[in-house]
């Protein structure tokens, strides 16, 4: 069995599949559906300083390519993610990172700080495409606020791993990459959902009660590739932080291709609304990949694509 193990940021993981935040709840909602314990990590739903209800329906619809879904960071809460969760998450085979939201600095570093201490904490996840309540503008779309954001928690989470997930709703995804690795990062994840409308022609209505929503599923994925390779090269690789690669991912090739592109891991979200054993068998299909193309380490593969101006010119004619 080839070596499927990788490092993110510190984190020795023994293959490179994680959930996607806010696609499996906290866990054991999919124990009966998925092996847990050949997860390379757990990444819960987002948790913030309050607990919330989210928005109203219909909070979720189809499109031909993806899912819209206009969730509104429903969830327990810090307190009753400490009492109720908790416990359920020491149990866990594999390791855990706790995606965590708010809607100021004080929301993100209270309930960050809250992980610090817990031993079944592996690491953080920061989404920041929330817009903050003093100002309605969203974290994750301003550099200078992001740096700022990352820095502050960091502080507070000075032995765990921070992972920041970045926001594919900008101009230019390599200047919030950038920001958050002067802010501190140790890890960079990307994407999330691109902000998209669904309309039912026959009430001539938003298809979601909250009229947008974030687009996922294979519909996104040539562009999140895209953007980690845009990342990778530009940011991630000279600066050594990994990439967890997200969007789209539904079957080992599309591991492979985010992987090649520059992903250390791979997350996988939307696809487990129709196979919610996907992360299993895409480890399958990974071993059989480097079997066949005589790769020792999953690590070798880790932006190793090659774009035609990184190969010499073979043509005699200048
Ligand atoms: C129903 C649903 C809920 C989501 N909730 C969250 C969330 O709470 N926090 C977060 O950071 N991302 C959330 N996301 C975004 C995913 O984690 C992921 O970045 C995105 O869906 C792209 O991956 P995919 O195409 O494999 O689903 C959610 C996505 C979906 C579909």
Not at 8 to 13: E, V
Not at 222 to 235: D, G, K, L, N, W
């Amino acid at each position: 069995m080839p070596d499927l193990s990788v490092n993110l940021a510190g984190l020795r993981l023994a293959n490179p599949t994680l959930t996607c935040s806010g696609t499996c709840g906290y866990a054991f909602e999919y124990a009966d559906f998925m092996d847990l314990s050949r997860l390379g990590a757990f990444v819960t739903k987002s948790i913030t300083r309050e607990e919330r209800a989210g928005n109203e329906p219909a909070r979720i619809v189809e499109t031909r390519a993806g899912m819209l879904n206009a969730i509104g960071l429903a969830n327990v809460g810090l307190e009753r993610f400490l009492n109720e969760k908790v416990p359920l998450l020491r149990q866990m085979p594999c390791p855990v990172i706790v995606n965590v939201a708010g809607h100021s600095f004080d929301d993100y570093v209270e309930t960050c700080g809250a992980m610090e201490g817990l031993d079944c904490v592996a690491g953080v996840e920061l989404n920041v495409s929330c817009p903050n309540v003093k100002d309605g503008l969203t974290f994750g779309t301003h550099p200078g606020r992001l740096k700022e954001l990352t820095a502050q928690v960091k502080k507070v989470l000075p032995s765990k791993p921070l992972i920041v997930k970045l926001s594919p709703n900008v101009e230019d995804v390599t200047v919030t990459a950038r920001a958050t690795v002067e802010g501190g990062a140790d890890a960079l994840s990307l994407v999330n959902t691109f902000t998209a409308m669904a309309i039912d022609i026959h009430k001539r209505r938003p298809r979601l009660a909250n009229v947008t929503g974030g687009l996922s599923g294979p519909a996104i994925k040539p562009i999140a590739i895209h953007m980690v390779s845009r990342v990778y090269r530009a940011v991630a690789k000279s600066a050594g932080v990994p990439i967890v690669g997200m969007g789209g991912v539904q079957v080992w090739q599309d591991a492979v291709e985010f992987m090649l592109a520059g992903a250390t891991a791979v997350a996988v979200g939307t696809a487990l609304f129709v196979d919610p054993a996907s992360p299993n068998k895409i480890c399958d299909g990974l071993a059989a990949y480097m079997k066949k193309q005589g790769v020792e380490k999953l690590s070798d593969l880790v932006g190793s694509l090659e774009l035609p101006g990184d190969q010499p010119k073979t043509s005699p004619y200048p």
